[in-house]
């Protein structure tokens, strides 16, 4: 056991804390690093203030995870001291179930163990990354190229993955038309993939000031989703729309922007449900309404290696962790362009 | 033009009488006939009472017909007086654009012309099988095996095409397990369909009276939805589900018994939307919710060709048309096993 410092939540809608706690001996199959960087991700303060109802205190969040290999297990291959790598949500699953097998290990059958708030395998609570290491099994552990600034690659573990995936899935690419709703972080993120795997994308968001920016991430074009005649003039027009809005909002008039066959995949989860979508706009053009979780270990190895081909990493603002309570205030009035990154250094001084 | 004997709607809720009405004399490219037979779809009754709100009157329902061609245009390829023809929902589209294009004429974006409260392209309203003679144009007219019973094939040009044309879109087949929701004209359609593909299927109902009849149709299972431990039993163990219930009910239930990746397509236009489904039920399998219209006509030759090789038809109940007032009482009532289908013969003598 080592005595690991971090940031946590002692109750729930507590403000974090420094926080001392330890971590299991790594294992013959586990990976320790030293983290460096961990992004800021809003499902963070969702559960840090209970707002799912299954947290539980205290929590050191952080899934978004970039670190040096410190030791490696007896077993470990294909990691070394040194090594420069990521972890993201998920830090074990059954490994057995069909989903697993398949590499899906988001969508395991016994549900996989999330990096914090989560219950590992000998039992104790998960921790996550707003802290200065983190043992893991090898399987959960992916490689980052050091061709990538560390601090903004650390988002691609979640918002990075979250929106490759299904873009990814749902096979987009060249000729199609593509649209992103919201710019946040995980916005920003769909635009630079949707953008580098060849479609044209439009980005929908409810602020006239994102225009620029939005084009500058790699956006044709943008759309202001509050504008009902400039919205019934994008009618039947896209092939596929990622929709990374978590609050309840219309996703009605997003399907009736559909094709034919098109799909609007949602990737936030609501605290309540958004309007019912009229049946008619699915049945009118055998359209598709679905919603996809992060991605598995193997997808998420593909991206960063995508990542480290093209470039991409996500925009960010680093901050010490002493900051984080007011990142999160800052995050719910979405003020910041486009993820927090901690710096974990400012917990080692 | 000639008369024709028909039973027509005068006005919204009213009960139908009969009605004279008249026809385009036959083009170039049409085909006239008598028609024999026509199934009773709970959308006549939906647009006769004017429930969807674009119903024009006086209307003359029936949109699944069996008939038998009396006369050709010069332009008529491939149809012979005498020959046993159906007519399904569709009687024109523009024919030009992309779905057109792709025989996915239900979808065309300028809107298919309907059997019946429609506009022909002549500017006439149409008017639908509830007659004794009809006259399209040849692109919409389907062939129809004279080996199968010509009344129980009547269904087949709208039930059967709106069962058929899913199942095939989502590759329903061996090693796959379907849920069918509801068992009423569609459903036993879809329950016929689903077992001919070789999947395994079940059957979703609230009423225990009708398991075995399910059983007799094709269903390996039928699980009684009003029943909550049962329910949660099936979760996670459907490739794809057919909802047919078009009454608003809680689609949430059912997208959790979906499989990672099952998809779950509706074919009934509620009045009022369903209760909106949680997102996370999307989320967190990957699973997706759509909905379907008819099918084109080259699908809907295509399934009366699968039919008619498999001696598939529609469990029916003959009605003359003087009984129609009654038969969308009964139908009301789901007091019918599974569709009524008109005997045109009663308007002739």
Not at 28 to 34: F, S, T, W
Not at 70 to 91: E, L, N, Q, Y
Not at 218 to 238: L, N, T, Y
Request: hydrophobic share 40%; glycine share 10%.
């Amino acid at each position: 056991m080592t005595q690991i410092r971090g940031y946590a939540a002692l109750a729930a809608k507590a403000p974090l804390v420094p926080f001392l706690f330890e971590r299991r001996a790594p294992g013959a199959d586990d990976v320790a690093l030293d983290i460096l960087y961990c992004g800021v991700c809003h499902s963070d303060l969702h559960q840090v203030r209970d707002e799912w109802g299954k947290s539980s205190f205290p929590m050191v969040p952080g899934h978004e995870i970039v670190g040096r290999v410190t030791a490696v297990g007896a077993k470990v291959r294909g990691f070394s001291p040194g090594d420069h790598v990521g972890v993201g949500c998920m830090v074990d699953s059954c490994g057995t179930c069909p989903s697993c097998g398949e590499g899906l290990e988001q969508y395991c059958d016994h549900g996989f163990v999330p990096t914090y708030n989560g219950v590992d395998r000998d039992g104790h609570p998960t921790h996550g990354g707003y802290s200065t290491q983190l043992v893991v099994d090898q399987r959960f552990v992916l490689r980052v190229s050091e061709q990538l600034d560390p601090a903004a690659s650390a988002p691609l573990l979640c918002a990075g993955i979250t929106t490759y995936s299904p873009l990814r899935h749902w096979r987009v690419g060249r000729g199609h038309t593509v649209g992103v709703v919201g710019l946040g972080g995980l916005g920003h993120m769909a635009i630079k993939f949707a953008h580098a795997f060849g479609a044209r994308v439009v980005l929908f968001t409810t602020s006239q000031g994102k225009s620029a920016d939005a084009q500058r991430l790699g956006a044709d074009e943008v759309v202001i989703s509050k504008d009902r005649e400039a919205m019934k003039k994008q009618a039947k027009r896209f092939d596929f729309i990622l929709d990374t809005v978590a609050a309840p909002h219309d996703i009605n008039t997003l399907l009736n922007l559909l094709k034919r066959d098109g799909t609007l995949t949602l990737v936030g989860v609501p605290e309540t449900p958004h309007p019912s979508p009229a049946v008619g706009s699915l049945i009118f053009g055998r359209r598709q309404l679905a919603g996809t979780l992060i991605g598995g270990i193997r997808e998420t190895q593909e991206m960063l290696d995508f990542c480290a081909e093209r470039g991409i990493v996500c925009d960010i603002e680093l901050i010490p962790a002493q900051r984080i309570n007011d990142a999160y205030e800052r995050m719910l009035n979405s003020d910041v362009k486009y993820r927090f990154v901690i710096d974990i250094a400012s917990l080692r001084s």
